[in-house]
């Protein structure tokens, strides 16, 4: 039997988060806000209803965020995440649509329909970026931006721009719902299971492990005999997958589908992915970390929405300074990790 | 001496409470070619950064042109005309050779729009300096190590110096391009310019060198004339031990060969290439940079497909159209750049280690089977003495020999049947060199098919029994090591 040496849980965790120091920043950042609000609005921002309604929200950009962090942890990114989303939840607004009933309903198998179409959907259109990336080689950063609007384009072509809506309430009512003793929003059960599936495939398996190695260094991958095309291929397919889900999840927020929905997502998910610690020029970054950076920026968001003097226009101020601000952050902490670099190498010899 | 350009008294530097050099003294006359030596870590590197006022010391003082320094900065070296060619070359990958030349000159001189032709004749004049043909608009990172090389070489000599610091400059170059280099360096001395030459090839110190000093563990441990140093002596005060050279034998041939090809070829790189090898055998394949064993040690590992000929493992053809397919086929590869082809550098040992086995160590469903993977890396960290006191830390942390072996550890993990090395020593310091060729020797014995694709030909003529001579592409010469030598290999060479 193996001696488990017996420490204080607590002690540990801080131990933890004091190791990695984007994750110690996200903890302080959070900590800080929190307070904030506890001392200015804490009526009208400490309540159930509040978190649960933070909760409903913040998946539907969250998983997208997981999707680009995927992609950033290769070396690449995926700006076409709200194109994939928005192309799928109309596809999918219309067959729900072909669905409802005269009674306003839907059949049973409607729904899980719904959900596996859209993942196939998803994951087809992650896959047409990942051909691009990797049969014609162009930056992820291009293939990617070209074909976001590309999506968008179909999206206008078929709808003309207006809102697909009028299906059944069903769906919204689904997902909308609250489980578990009216606790917990499905939406947020959905974000779990994403991230909950991501992270095993990172940490648990050899997919994971490549996907890092890829990013550190796509000619050692190659001269290890990895198949770096596949990974890629599998890479775009899965954010694919996170947009099209996010898509559904849309969908169910709005009880609509439209073209234009979500548009400040793909600047707000790689933020979320760069202030959780991933690098963006791949190889680093960890899932916890991203978690982390979706939470603080819905507390940003609602936080900022009970000070009813600060106009929501100025979400994008917001966003833009918050992603500058941690890059240059991340500058000095990447230098930091440099120095003790360097301590180490020299106090070896 | 009183009149030296550069002196170096009793310099003292610490870092975080490591001595990294201790009462360090020595000096360069001017005209002197005088070569600095020691393994890695031995603090060439930081001597040579507080000659060039990178540090500053802690204690003692530099002395040029009988000036005083306690604080030399890098402005007041270069002005000294001291220059430094550093290993990584500093030089621009996306600009053409050209420009790479020219810029310094451009800049230094505040000119706001470019003259091409200017630039054209300053470029010109430097690559002819030391007899370096090179496409002039070829982009530099196109061009191969040594070329890359050569380019930072030529620009260094376009700025009036006093004292070149060349870092190891020979690494990377090959023995006709070492002995232009060598002639540029004599010509520099003529006319009074000094060089100091960072090197930890003893017959590079022969060759070239009046007077030398060896650094180990930030001491001078000798100093003197280079006519009175041994090889003997030279290793044993790099290292502070003493070595035996091993001569590889061949103890068990296999009867069938294990490796052939046959009239194998690849547009521009190497046509009708013919050979066989035997278990039990470890097969040398030199020739000059351009000779196409580059080329070939690529096909032989699928990165670069053969596109006429065959390949047989065993009498069999097999087809290695990609890497992955080598693999598949039981051949390894240790790449001649390790740092940017052989290892991740801020990934764990660990995963280095366990990469190219990793589709092994899996229970179901590509889930890593934990148990497995930490055996297997226990196993290599230990057969190859990787020196480190945990295998998570990042390779980054590693010296060079060790790196090296976490490559070997990923190549020998996969269980292999053939295993190809292109440059496995280079940039490597002779204690860790001695021992990679230990371990090779003996996963050769013990029945691994090993070709070692090297231009180090006492590398060459000390592990493999058999060498292949390529020249333009083709095989010129087999040759059995212990009936040939250095000079006719290289008559075959040129």
């Known amino acids: ?349 | 001496m009183a009149d030296s350009l550069l002196k170096v008294v009793d310099v003292y530097k610490s870092f975080v409470g490591v001595k990294a050099l201790q009462d360090v003294t020595f000096s360069i006359q001017p005209g002197e070619i005088h070569c600095l030596a020691g393994e890695n870590g031995s603090g060439k590197s930081t001597l040579i950064k507080i000659i060039s006022g990178v540090y500053t010391p802690d204690a003692g003082s530099i002395e040029i042109n009988g000036r005083q320094y306690n604080k030399l900065t890098p402005i007041e070296a270069i002005n000294n005309g001291i220059q430094v060619i550093y290993q990584d070359f500093s030089i621009f990958p996306n600009l053409t050779v050209m420009e790479n030349l020219a810029v310094n000159s451009e800049l230094s001189e505040h000119r706001k729009l470019v003259n091409w032709k200017r630039m054209r004749t300053i470029a010109e004049d430097a690559v002819s300096k030391i007899d370096f043909d090179v496409d002039l608009d070829e982009l530099v990172g196109s061009l191969s190590v040594a070329q890359k090389q050569m380019v930072a070489i030529s620009r260094a000599l376009i700025f009036n110096t006093k004292l070149i610091i060349m870092d190891e400059p020979t690494t990377a170059l090959t023995k006709r391009e070492v002995s232009n280099l060598f002639k540029i360096i004599l010509k520099l001395k003529e006319r009074g310019i000094s060089i100091l030459f960072v090197s930890h090839k003893l017959n590079e110190m022969y060759e070239i060198s009046e007077n030398f000093t060896i650094l180990r563990n930030g001491k001078v441990v000798a100093t003197g004339s280079t006519k009175e140093l041994d090889a003997e002596k030279f290793s044993f005060h790099m290292t502070g031990r003493k070595f035996t050279k091993r001569h590889y034998r061949v103890e068990r041939l296999s009867s069938e060969p294990m490796f052939e090809a046959k009239q194998a070829g690849v547009q521009n790189g190497f046509e009708d290439v013919t050979f066989s090898l035997h278990k039990g055998e470890i097969l040398g394949v030199t020739g000059l940079l351009d000779s196409g064993r580059t080329e070939l040690a690529l096909s032989l590992f699928g990165m670069r497909p053969i596109d006429s000929g065959q390949f047989y493992m065993y009498g069999k053809p097999v087809t290695l159209s990609s890497p992955k397919a080598a693999i598949h086929n039981k051949i390894g590869f240790v790449p001649e750049d390790r740092l940017s082809e052989g290892l991740f550098l801020p990934q764990s040992i660990a995963d280095n280690v366990v990469i190219s086995e990793i589709d092994r160590l899996t229970k179901k469903a590509g889930l890593v089977d934990k148990e497995k993977r930490a055996e297997e890396i226990e196993k290599w960290v230990r057969e190859l003495a990787i020196a480190t006191p945990d295998p998570n830390n990042l390779c980054q942390t590693l010296s060079g020999g060790n790196q090296q072996r976490v490559v070997l550890a990923k190549w020998l993990a996969c269980n292999l049947e053939m295993l190809v090395l292109n440059g496995p020593t280079v940039g490597v310091d002779i204690g860790s060199k001695h021992d990679i060729h230990g371990i090779l020797q003996d996963l050769a014995k013990s029945g691994l098919g090993v070709i070692i694709i090297s231009d180090d030909l006492p590398e060459v003529l000390e592990n493999c029994s058999r060498v292949l001579v390529m020249k333009a592409g083709r095989i010129v010469a087999d040759l059995e090591t212990d009936k040939t030598d250095e000079s006719v290999i290289l008559s075959y060479m040129m």
């Open chain 1, 1 to 349: 039997m193996m001696d488990k040496v017996k420490t204080n849980p607590l002690k540990n965790g801080i131990a933890a988060v004091r190791k990695d120091q984007h994750i110690f920043r996200l903890v302080l950042m959070l900590i800080a806000w929190m307070l904030f609000l506890a001392i200015t609005r804490f009526g009208r921002f400490y309540s159930l209803l509040n978190f649960q309604t933070m909760a409903a929200q913040f998946p539907e950009f969250g998983i997208m965020a997981l999707g680009v962090m995927v992609a950033m942890i290769t070396g690449g990114i995926d700006l076409s995440m709200v194109g994939m989303a928005n192309l799928t939840s109309i596809l999918m607004a219309y067959l729900l649509l072909a669905l409802t009933g005269d009674d306003g309903g839907l059949p049973a198998y409607a729904i899980p329909l719904v959900f596996v179409l859209g993942l196939g959907i998803g994951a087809g259109l992650g896959l047409f970026n990942g051909v691009l990336v990797t049969k014609f080689h162009i930056p992820p950063i291009l293939a990617t931006l070209g074909s976001g609007e590309f999506f968008i384009g179909i999206c206008m072509a078929i709808t003309g721009g207006a809102a697909v809506s009028r299906f059944s309430r069903t769906y919204a009512r689904t997902i909308n719902n609250r489980i578990l003793g009216d606790m917990i929003p499905v939406q947020l059960l959905i974000f779990i299971i994403v991230a909950v599936v991501i992270w095993f495939f990172l940490t648990k398996t050899v997919f994971g492990t490549k996907l890092y190695m890829l990013g550190t260094s796509p000619k050692a991958a190659r001269f290890s005999g990895l198949n770096t095309n596949k990974l890629l291929l599998k890479t775009y397919l899965t954010s694919g997958m996170c947009a099209g889900l996010a898509g559904l999840v849309m969908m169910a927020n709005y009880n609509s589908a439209r073209a234009d929905y979500g548009g400040v997502y793909t600047l707000q998910s790689i933020l979320i992915v760069i202030l959780g610690g991933v690098n963006p020029l791949g190889g680093k970054g960890k899932i916890s970390g991203v978690i982390l950076a979706v939470v603080l920026l819905q507390m940003l968001q609602t936080g900022i929405n009970r000070f009813p003097a600060i106009s929501s226009y100025y979400i994008f101020l917001l966003w833009g300074g918050v992603l500058i601000l941690v890059m240059v952050l991340n500058f000095f902490t990447e230098r930091n990790d440099g120095l003790r670099f360097k301590k180490l190498v020299t106090t070896k010899f």
